[in-house]
């Protein structure tokens, strides 16, 4: 299978370049020439398979190339504790799907440990000897995901840049307490739409990208910019089809909703895609914070981020450029790309761009989009507690509050991102408890009131060594990055 730039579709690539390049060097984002489409039997095929499985065969879909994809997703899943993707009843059509299993106890772990197994498969496909270098701008739960995918990893580095104060303590202690000789963190003096735009930035500055390749270094992302990182979300969808089909809450044919917290994107993008290699998705709902341009775009066509920007205490969706609706607008285009790189030139040097009326039209009858005030996140986190037994991290509570909005109908799975731990405080406040103003109390706290056992590797975080306690200003970044190639680079 080729891929094609979005803005430039006389770039193609193939899916292993494609993993190695992450993006592509005019800036524009790589997409399949075509997509997989999976048959009725093999959609019942996924019911009760173990999720390794069908993740083979997702992922194997768009890199058939990787021949070993069965050994590197046992590998990968096997980090998990149980099912990567559970998926939970909690009422008549309203389910919830658990992403936060993994390693670091957010839904980025579905991709980032086995993003690293399909960088290092891509590289022997491609004869690809050069380190990778791997710069990765964090709203919260990206950057640490991407530490423990790819710390020790021979023939590659991480240096991840996150928004001084804009993630949760406990995000930021497992980013700053990460051990590794490949690896380095820092807090970056913006906001995480600054901090992207420094390191996407970083892939076209042709001084740096030259001095990078004469220490036989490249540049690649872990963001799900790369699409080695979004493939892997794709199967999820698959998954919680799988399993209300195998618990016999749907029939096959029936349309499942899915309604997504977003922030920059990729999470609802692999839904779409699912949809279109043959799923039965119904409407995918996009659940904004109060930073909602993603909302106002979907219900007007119009991406306008100039706006105030709102910390909230949904911190990974804390964003105003949402870098894969590049991929989506790219679709809805009829995959125009000399209109898309113009659309994103537009944003910017104007902040702004609008989508013509027909392809409006086209993604509202696949989209639905509402967005929930911080009031409103507390609500609904409450509410389930009080009427299910159920504990929601403030990213899921953004989700839940949307889909009460937008009107439940059918089966509808809410995706749960992040473990209620990580953001202990928030949630003990929405619930009517006092955070005690200390990280392991509060976690203990939250363990005592609902029950859910507090992961030993974020209890025991507030007592590690803080290796990363640094800032560095936006126009940093490439220094940063130079300096971690000089630590990485082939002797």
């Known amino acids: 299978m080729k891929f094609y730039s979005t803005r430039n579709k006389s770039v193609s690539v193939t899916g292993a370049e494609a993993v190695c390049k992450g993006i592509s060097e005019e800036g524009g984002l790589f997409v399949p020439s075509s997509f997989p489409v999976f048959s009725k039997d093999e959609i019942i095929s996924f019911c009760g398979a173990p999720y390794e499985e069908t993740a083979a065969k997702v992922v194997g879909a768009f890199l058939?190339?990787?021949?070993a994809l069965c050994d590197y997703t046992e590998k990968a899943y096997g980090k998990f504790d149980g099912d990567p993707a559970p998926v939970v009843k909690l009422d008549d059509n309203v389910f919830v799907m658990e992403l936060w299993h993994g390693p670091t106890h957010a839904f980025k772990d579905i991709a980032l440990?086995?993003?690293?197994?399909?960088?290092?498969?891509?590289?022997?496909?491609?004869?690809?000897d050069n380190v990778t270098l791997i710069p990765v701008a964090t709203s919260g739960d990206t950057g640490k995901a991407a530490l423990e995918g790819f710390a020790g990893v021979d023939g590659t580095g991480v240096a991840v840049f996150y928004p001084d104060g804009g993630v949760s303590e406990l995000q930021r202690l497992q980013m700053i307490t990460t051990d590794g000789g490949n690896v380095f963190v820092s807090a970056v003096k913006g906001n995480f739409d600054d901090?992207?735009?420094?390191?996407?930035?970083?892939?076209?500055?042709?001084?740096?990208?030259?001095?990078?390749?004469?220490?036989?270094?490249?540049?690649?992302?872990?963001?799900?910019?790369?699409?080695?990182?979004?493939?892997?979300?794709?199967?999820?969808?698959?998954?919680?089809?799988?399993?209300?089909?195998?618990?016999?809450?749907?029939?096959?044919?029936?349309?499942?909703?899915?309604?997504v917290p977003s922030g920059n994107f990729g999470d609802i993008l692999a839904g779409y895609y699912a949809r279109k290699?043959?799923?039965?998705?119904?409407?995918?709902?996009c659940a904004s914070n109060e930073n909602n341009v993603l909302c106002?775009?979907?219900?007007?066509?119009?991406?306008?981020?100039?706006?105030?920007?709102?910390?909230?205490?949904?911190?990974?969706?804390?964003?105003?450029?949402?870098?894969?609706?590049e991929r989506l607008v790219f679709d809805l285009s009829g995959e125009d790309a000399e209109l898309t790189a113009l659309r994103m030139s537009a944003l910017r040097s104007e902040g702004v761009y609008s989508l013509s009326a027909k392809e409006t039209a086209n993604m509202q009858a696949?989209?639905?989009?509402?967005?929930?005030?911080?009031?409103?996140v507390a609500e609904i986190t409450e509410t389930y507690f009080e009427e299910y037994g159920y504990i929601i991290d403030p990213h899921t509570a953004v989700a839940a509050a949307v889909a009460e909005k937008c009107v439940i109908e059918?089966?509808?799975?809410?995706?749960?991102?992040?473990?209620?731990?990580?953001?202990?405080?928030?949630?003990?406040?929405?619930?009517?408890?006092?955070?005690?103003?200390?990280?392991?109390?509060?976690?203990?706290?939250?363990?005592?009131?609902?029950?859910?056992?507090?992961?030993?590797?974020?209890?025991?975080?507030?007592?590690?060594?803080?290796?990363?306690?640094?800032?560095?200003?936006?126009?940093?970044?490439?220094d940063v990055i130079l300096r971690l190639a000089e630590r990485i680079k082939r002797k």
């Open 366 to 376: 696949v989209f639905a989009a509402d967005y929930a005030t911080e009031e409103e």
């Open 113 to 128: 440990t086995l993003l690293p197994y399909l960088l290092c498969g891509s590289k022997k496909i491609t004869g690809n």
């Open 195 to 259: 901090a992207q735009t420094a390191v996407k930035k970083a892939f076209t500055d042709a001084e740096l990208v030259g001095r990078l390749a004469d220490m036989g270094i490249e540049l690649s992302s872990a963001n799900s910019i790369n699409f080695g990182r979004l493939a892997p979300q794709v199967t999820y969808y698959f998954t919680a089809y799988a399993d209300l089909l195998d618990g016999g809450q749907i029939r096959y044919g029936d349309k499942v909703d899915f309604c």
């Open 296 to 325: 106002d775009f979907i219900r007007t066509g119009t991406y306008d981020a100039r706006r105030e920007f709102r910390k909230t205490s949904s911190p990974s969706m804390d964003i105003l450029i949402s870098s894969n609706l």
């Open 277 to 285: 290699m043959g799923l039965p998705v119904g409407r995918l709902i």
């Open 64 to 67: 058939p190339e990787l021949d």
């Open 410 to 478: 059918r089966p509808t799975v809410i995706l749960s991102t992040a473990s209620p731990h990580k953001f202990a405080p928030s949630v003990l406040s929405a619930i009517g408890e006092k955070p005690t103003g200390n990280e392991k109390k509060d976690l203990e706290l939250l363990e005592e009131v609902t029950a859910l056992p507090v992961p030993q590797s974020l209890i025991s975080l507030p007592k590690k060594e803080k290796l990363f306690t640094g800032s560095v200003a936006l126009d940093e970044v490439n």
